[in-house]
């Protein structure tokens, strides 16, 4: 196991070995070491990896699991929820801090996700928040969102604005100048694009349409008299 460590990426042969070594305590932790030096080749181990950090009542172990699926990286947003979880002021310090770091690098395009972790960006509210490694997860979910572009991602952006305007503390204010700032650099949507440009095309030739329309109109309701 730890030569798999060693080995790194190149070890994602041993993934079924390993996933089968998550149900040994003995081995569990070092396979989940190995796992995570694989890193995004480990993907099919999620849903074995997101079943245990459900059911870990280990610190050590629950941290392992999230650095894991933390690794992978996007194709971990599967295990969002079991994520989430651990986010909250139930769990330790460095438990809540290691889910922040992981779902910065899976970065979710997934409001909900940032709803979760934005009451944690104000220190004040909690000793043991860690109102950096928040905001850091909130700005990686906020690109997440910019690169879904169109009117949906200006929405949800601007609910996100809305809320984090709303949290009190410099470091929510930061994240709100943040979040503006990466909203404003949405790339319209093909539509939009097509619309605008077909909305420019008829106030250029406005004087030629009309007639045209006009035209049409009473070519239709003269063709409705004949029949």
Same mark, same amino acid.
């Given at each position: 196991?730890?030569?798999?460590?060693?080995?790194?990426?190149?070890?994602?042969?041993?993934?079924? %070995?390993?996933?089968?070594?998550?149900?040994?305590?003995?081995?569990?932790?070092?396979?989940?070491?190995?796992?995570?030096?694989?890193?995004?080749?480990?993907?099919?181990?999620?849903?074995?990896?997101?079943?245990?950090?459900?059911?870990?009542?280990?610190?050590?172990?629950?941290?392992?699991?999230?650095?894991?699926?933390?690794?992978? #990286?996007?194709?971990?947003?599967?295990?969002?929820?079991?994520?989430?979880?651990?986010?909250?002021?139930?769990?330790?310090?460095?438990?809540?801090? #290691?889910?922040?770091?992981?779902?910065?690098?899976?970065?979710?395009?997934?409001?909900?996700? @940032?709803?979760?972790?934005?009451?944690?960006?104000?220190?004040?509210?909690?000793?043991?928040?860690?109102?950096?490694?928040?905001?850091?997860?909130?700005?990686?979910?906020?690109?997440?969102?910019?690169?879904?572009?169109?009117?949906?991602?200006?929405?949800?952006?601007?609910?996100?604005?809305?809320? @984090?305007?709303?949290?009190? #503390?410099?470091?929510?204010?930061?994240?709100?100048?943040?979040?503006?700032?990466?909203?404003?650099?949405?790339?319209?949507?093909?539509?939009?694009?097509?619309? %605008?440009?077909?909305?420019?095309?008829?106030?250029?030739?406005?004087?030629?349409?009309?007639?045209?329309?006009?035209?049409?109109?009473?070519?239709?309701?003269?063709?409705?008299?004949?029949?």
């Amino acid at each position: 196991l730890f030569a798999l460590q060693s080995i790194g990426r190149g070890a994602d042969y041993a993934i079924p %070995e390993l996933v089968q070594m998550l149900s040994n305590s003995s081995l569990r932790d070092l396979s989940l070491s190995a796992l995570r030096a694989i890193g995004p080749s480990a993907a099919p181990a999620i849903p074995a990896i997101r079943g245990l950090l459900e059911s870990s009542e280990s610190e050590n172990t629950t941290q392992l699991c999230i650095s894991v699926l933390g690794s992978i #990286g996007s194709a971990a947003d599967s295990a969002l929820p079991a994520i989430l979880s651990k986010v909250g002021p139930k769990n330790t310090q460095n438990v809540r801090s #290691g889910a922040m770091s992981a779902l910065q690098r899976i970065a979710p395009a997934s409001v909900e996700a @940032a709803e979760a972790v934005l009451p944690y960006t104000n220190p004040e509210d909690a000793p043991n928040n860690n109102p950096l490694a928040a905001v850091a997860a909130v700005q990686a979910i906020g690109q997440s969102l910019r690169e879904q572009k169109g009117p949906k991602a200006r929405s949800d952006l601007d609910h996100l604005i809305a809320r @984090a305007g709303s949290i009190p #503390g410099r470091d929510a204010a930061k994240l709100t100048e943040d979040l503006i700032r990466i909203r404003s650099r949405i790339e319209p949507s093909l539509a939009e694009i097509l619309t %605008e440009r077909a909305m420019t095309f008829i106030q250029a030739n406005r004087y030629l349409i009309a007639p045209l329309i006009a035209a049409g109109i009473y070519l239709t309701n003269l063709f409705i008299l004949l029949i």
